[in-house]
């Protein structure tokens, strides 16, 4: 707000926790595209502490704010920085990865964003249905509206492309691993013989661990003892597993894995 007495710009921020803090524009630093605001005073917390809050203004679209804090009788030290970016809309075509996995794996890249790009899991909860881990992708597909899975892929995207130089390449990679080994798992076939396979390994066994304590049996039974929303809650967390894995150890599971696969269906166990 504008103090029209002191002729100046005052800053209040309200926070969660019960904070309540007041700032004041500090003129001499601040200059065109650049807002420095110095704490005047705090409410539930120790004034003797002093704070700023700096705002870069990059563009009309894009603003960096920097919250620097300084214990008493101590000099101000750098405490975050938050680059902000204006969201504008379809952004997966900026980015010619991100668009080639969109037409590949359209709705799974949701499933995929839930484990890998902050903020994706209150965007599933958003549009999916409750306990939304519970169905399979296609299942969801049919389920959703298909503006509503547009809108959610382009904010996923828009994510992945304001992350800096790095991360972001990291993040799609991610993503298309993620959709990958979830399209693996499906290849597998045969829920019952993926679920025995997994307690049998001993790189995801621990994923069913809880289930085999609870219903006392052995693990070559856990696979026709599970319902169907289990099995797909399977797929999900294995899918989580999988892509968290060194490429080494992933290579040793997927290869394990379709082993058991193949000689639980023989028969061989």
């Not at 800053?11 to 969660?16: D, S």
């Not at 992708?137 to 130089?165: F, G, H, I, N």
């Not at 994923?207 to 169907?228: P, T, Y």
Request: charged share 30%; glycine share 6%; proline share 4%.
């Amino acid at each position: 707000s504008y103090d029209r007495e002191r002729k100046t710009l005052v800053l209040r921020q309200f926070h969660q926790e019960g904070f309540v803090n007041q700032y004041v524009l500090n003129a001499a630093e601040s200059k065109p595209g650049k807002l420095v605001f110095d704490s005047e005073r705090f409410e539930n917390f120790d004034n003797r502490w002093k704070a700023r809050e700096t705002y870069e203004i990059r563009s009309v679209d894009e603003f960096v704010e920097t919250f620097e804090l300084g214990e008493p009788g101590k000099k101000l030290e750098v405490y975050s920085r938050n680059h902000f970016k204006r969201y504008k809309g379809e952004r997966c075509a900026d980015n010619k990865t991100l668009s080639e996995l969109k037409q590949q794996y359209g709705l799974l890249i949701l499933c995929a964003a839930n484990d890998v790009v902050a903020g994706a899991d209150s965007v599933c909860t958003a549009i999916f249905p409750e306990f939304w881990q519970t169905d399979d992708p296609e299942t969801l597909r049919e389920r959703t509206p298909p503006e509503k899975v547009d809108a959610a892929l382009d904010w996923v995207c828009a994510s992945v492309l304001s992350l800096p130089t790095g991360p972001d390449t990291e993040a799609i990679k991610k993503l298309g691993a993620w959709c990958a080994l979830n399209r693996w798992i499906d290849s597998l076939e045969g829920p019952e013989a993926l679920a025995t396979a997994v307690a049998l390994v001993p790189a995801t066994a621990d994923l069913l661990a809880d289930q085999i304590a609870k219903r006392g049996i052995a693990k070559e039974d856990i696979g026709g003892s599970l319902a169907s929303t289990e099995h797909t809650e399977l797929r999900y967390a294995l899918t989580r597993r999988l892509v968290s894995m060194p490429e080494d150890e992933l290579t040793a599971t997927l290869l394990a894995l379709s082993d058991e696969v193949t000689r639980i269906k023989r028969g061989r166990r």
